[in-house]
């Protein structure tokens, strides 16, 4: 991370997390083949319906971080959810965890709108994912809400 990136309790600060979420997740979808520009052309998007997140531990200046995003829930009409956690590399210390929930958005009339056709096919859950995220301890599902670790 930069220095500017870093708050005035020498943290990481919020927004810059909900930025690197946001990054990370136009990366995610430009490999299933739904980049910027694709949306664009097609005049839909996905847009945050919701957001939830845990900060776990605060990151600090040059700490290095993993980034990673899973499409945990997709209708295929019209809403899909990704997770989001960001760990820190040289302990595997958990630092942030999120859910983002989204909808497809018609860009012309700034509705909502059913998924175009590169986007039901796009946008599935890996059904290990999806496996994966149902074996998750309750605990670890339910950010946003107070829990013991």
């Known amino acids: 991370m930069k220095s500017d990136e870093i708050d005035e309790y020498d943290h990481v600060n919020n ?5 690197w979420l946001d990054g990370i997740a136009w990366s ?10 694709h949306c664009l052309a097609l005049r839909r998007g996905m847009a945050v319906r919701h957001t939830r ?11 290095d971080l993993l980034l990673g995003t899973w499409l945990v829930a997709c209708d295929g009409q019209l809403r ?16 942030l965890e999120a859910e983002i929930d989204y909808f497809c958005l ?4 700034g509705r909502p709108s059913r998924f175009p056709r590169e986007f039901s096919e796009r ?18 599902r339910q950010i946003g809400s107070p829990r013991a670790r």
Do not use: M, Q, W
């Open 53 to 63: 997140v845990d900060y776990l531990k605060a990151a600090e200046l040059d700490e």
């Open 80 to 95: 899909c959810t990704r997770r989001f956690e960001i760990l820190g590399v040289a302990g595997g210390s958990r630092v």
């Open 15 to 19: 927004a810059v997390y909900l930025r």
């Open 123 to 140: 946008y599935e859950v890996i059904p290990e994912v999806a496996a994966a995220y149902a074996n998750l301890p309750h605990s670890y």
């Open 106 to 109: 018609n860009l012309e009339t």
């Open 28 to 37: 995610h979808s430009a490999k299933l083949g739904l980049s910027l520009e």
